[in-house]
C-alpha cells in the first residue's frame, strides 16, 4: 500500500512537470557571478528550487530524529545505570540497617565507584565507618560529601556530630555555624550549637544562642522547658560573674532570676554566697534563712552553719534553730541538722534528744547511725557507738559488705545472677572490688609494740 502511495505521488509530480513545462516555455537566466550565469528552462528551477527546499527539510528532519534518538538511548541509558547504583546503595544501607558492616562497607564503595557524585552514598559509609570506629575515614568521606553539596544539611549536621564524637567541638561548631548562615533559624542547629558552648561553660554564648532559639519558637510542648533552661544559663552567667569577682552584676541577676523563678533552689543559695563574698554576712543568712523557710531545702542549713561558725557566732545559730522548730515543730530535716549542730558545739544532750527524734520518726539512714554513734564515742559509750557505726556502715555480725552490678552500679546486700535493673547476669561483685582490682601489692610497715 505505501509502494502504491509512493507511485502515484511520483505519476501525479511527474504528471505536473508537464503540464508546467507545456504553459511555462520560457527559459531562465540566473547569475552567480558578474561573468558567470546558467540558463534553464522555468520549469527545471522552479522544480529543482522545490527538490532542494524538500532535500533541506529532510535533512533536518532526519537529524531531529537522529538526535532524538540518541537522546533517548542516552536516557534509557543514563536511568538504567541510575537504577542500579540506586539499588546497590539501597541494598547497602539495608545491610547496614541489618548489622552486617562488612558486607554494607563493600556495595556502598560500588555505589560510590560507580557514582562518585551521589551524596548519600557518602553519608552512609561515613555511618559504616564510624561503627567499625574509623572516625577519620568517617570524616573524610563526610567532607568529600560537602565538597561536592555544600548546602547539604544532613552532611553539615552528620559531620558536626563526628566532630564532637571525636572530642574535636571547635570544628563541630564550626559545621553548626555554617548551617546557621544556610539556616538562621534551624532550632536543631542552635540547640547543638547551644549544647557544645554549655559544655565548655561558655555560658555567654549559650545565653544568647537560647534567646535566639525562643525567639526562632520552639514546638509547643518544648516552650516551657526551653524557658527553665534560659533560667538556667542566665544562672549559669551570674554565677561566673561571681567567680570572676564581678559580685554587684551577680547579685542584680541573681535577684531578677528569683523573682522571676522562686523556687529555682541554686540562685537563692548563690545569691547568699555573694552576699557573703562581700563579706556581708547578715544579707547572706537572711537569704538563706527566708529560702529554707520556703523551700525546706537542707542546703540552706548547711549554708548557715557554716556562716555561722565562720563568723564565730553560733548563738546566732541557735537561736534560728529555736524559733524554726517553734513554728515548725514536725520538721525532721531541721531538728536533723540542729542535732548535728549541738553535737558540734559539744551540746551532745540536747543532741541526742533531737537525733534520737527524727530516728524514731523517719526511716532508716546511715547519717543518722553516724551522728549517734558520734555522740555516744564522746559520752564514752564504746558499746553503743560501735554498734551505730555497723548500722551506718551496714555491717552485721557475719561482715556482709554487699554486692554492686558492674554495668549500672545497682546494690544489693545478696549476690544476684541477674541485675533487675539493667538485666545482666554475673554482673555483680563485691562493692570495692573495682577500687583494689589494679592495685599492686605493698607490703604494710607494722608498728612494732612500744616502738
Excluded at 553519608?123 to 567499625?132: D, G, K, W
Excluded at 537563692?268 to 543568712?285: F, K, P
Amino acid at each position: 500500500m505505501t509502494l502504491m502511495s509512493f507511485l502515484l505521488v511520483v505519476i501525479m509530480f511527474l504528471a505536473f512537470f508537464v503540464f508546467f513545462s507545456g504553459i511555462n516555455p520560457q527559459e531562465m537566466t540566473i547569475f552567480f557571478l558578474p561573468d558567470s550565469s546558467v540558463t534553464y528552462p522555468v520549469t527545471v528551477v522552479v522544480i529543482g528550487c522545490i527538490l532542494v527546499g524538500l532535500f533541506i527539510g529532510y535533512g533536518f528532519h532526519l537529524y531531529g530524529a537522529l538526535t532524538y534518538g540518541m537522546r533517548n538511548w542516552l536516557r534509557g541509558r543514563g536511568e538504567k545505570r541510575n537504577k542500579e547504583i540506586e539499588t546497590i546503595y539501597r541494598d547497602g544501607v539495608g545491610r547496614l540497617l541489618s548489622g552486617d558492616i562488612k558486607k554494607a562497607h563493600a556495595l556502598l564503595q560500588k555505589a560510590i565507584d560507580k557514582d562518585p557524585n551521589k551524596v548519600e552514598s557518602y553519608i552512609a559509609l561515613a555511618s559504616v565507618n564510624t561503627q567499625e570506629g574509623n572516625q577519620q575515614g568517617a570524616i573524610t568521606l563526610l567532607r568529600k560529601a560537602k565538597s561536592i553539596n555544600g548546602k547539604s544539611l544532613e552532611v553539615l549536621f552528620k559531620l558536626a556530630a563526628t566532630y564532637e564524637d571525636l572530642g574535636e567541638d571547635d570544628s563541630a561548631c564550626k559545621e553548626i555555624e555554617e548551617i546557621l548562615e544556610l539556616e538562621k533559624d534551624n532550632r536543631k542547629a542552635i540547640r547543638a550549637l547551644r549544647d557544645l558552648h554549655m559544655k565548655h561553660q561558655r555560658w555567654e554564648q549559650a545565653l544568647e544562642l537560647q534567646k535566639r532559639l525562643l525567639k526562632a519558637g520552639p514546638s509547643g510542648n518544648r516552650i516551657q522547658e526551653e524557658k527553665e533552661k534560659l533560667l538556667s544559663i542566665r544562672y549559669e552567667v551570674a554565677r561566673q560573674k561571681l567567680a570572676n569577682n564581678d559580685e554587684d552584676q551577680a547579685i542584680s541577676s541573681l535577684k531578677q532570676i528569683i523573682k522571676e523563678a522562686p523556687e529555682f533552689t541554686a540562685a537563692r543559695v548563690t545569691l547568699g554566697d555573694a552576699y557573703a563574698q562581700q563579706n556581708n554576712a547578715e544579707d547572706a543568712a537572711l537569704i538563706w534563712q527566708d529560702s529554707y523557710k520556703k523551700l525546706g531545702r537542707s542546703v540552706f542549713l548547711s549554708r548557715l552553719e557554716n556562716l555561722y561558725i565562720e563568723q564565730e557566732d553560733p548563738q546566732s545559730l541557735l537561736s534560728f534553730y529555736s524559733s524554726a522548730l517553734m513554728a515548725r515543730s514536725n520538721d525532721l530535716v531541721l531538728r536533723f541538722f540542729y542535732g548535728k549542730l549541738c553535737l558540734r558545739l559539744e551540746m551532745v544532750d540536747e543532741a541526742l534528744e533531737h537525733i534520737y527524734t527524727v530516728e524514731s520518726s523517719a526511716p532508716d539512714f546511715p547519717q543518722i547511725h553516724l551522728l549517734l554513734a558520734e555522740a555516744h564515742r564522746r559520752r564514752n559509750r564504746i558499746d553503743e557507738a560501735i554498734g551505730e557505726y555497723q548500722k551506718a556502715l551496714g555491717v552485721d555480725n557475719q561482715l556482709s559488705l554487699g554486692y554492686v552490678c558492674d554495668c549500672c552500679g545497682t546494690t544489693s546486700l545478696e549476690w544476684m545472677s541477674r541485675c533487675e535493673q539493667c538485666g545482666t547476669w554475673g554482673s555483680y561483685s563485691i562493692a570495692f572490688r573495682k577500687l583494689i582490682e589494679d592495685r599492686k601489692v605493698v607490703e604494710p610497715v607494722i608498728p612494732q609494740p612500744g616502738a
